[in-house]
Nanobody, 125 residues
Framework: QVQLVESGGGLVQAGGSLRLSCAAS????????MGWFRQAPGKEREFVAA????????VYADSVKGQFTISRDNNKNTAYLQMNSLKPEDTAVYYC??????????????????WGQGTQVTVSS
């Protein structure tokens, strides 16, 4: 069983930055994948970004490319989401998720069996 704990959410003004962290319990293997998703009020959950724990490149939703950066620290079993130039439309609960294997679409939340509790990000205008 993998447990995920997010941190780093909060209230920020438009144009500001936040960095979210997601700490995974246990040892992440090289086939591990960490993803970030978000859900705004009244909207469906959407994919934000994902990164393999081993070899492979990060992937991003078109809506956050060039604005958000996902990274990982394998020694700390922690993934990060650096969010810059935040906009009010980025307001959502952000969830980290984890899975094993790269064979399925990284953007599909249904293929991630492990989820964190979520952290609120609110961007004021």
């Amino acid at each position: 069983q993998v447990q995920l704990v997010e941190s780093g959410g909060g209230l920020v003004q438009a144009g500001g930055s936040l960095r979210l962290s997601c700490a995974a319990s246990g040892r992440a293997s090289s086939s591990f994948v960490m993803g970030w998703f978000r859900q705004a009020p009244g909207k469906e959950r959407e994919f934000v970004a994902a990164i393999p724990w081993g070899a492979g490149s990060a992937v991003y939703a078109d809506s956050v490319k060039g604005q958000f950066t996902i990274s990982r620290d394998n020694n700390k079993n922690t993934a990060y989401l650096q969010m810059n130039s935040l906009k009010p439309e980025d307001t959502a609960v952000y969830y980290c998720a984890a899975r094993v294997g790269l064979g399925l679409p990284l953007s599909a939340g249904r293929f991630y069996p492990y989820w964190g509790q979520g952290t609120q990000v609110t961007v004021s205008s």
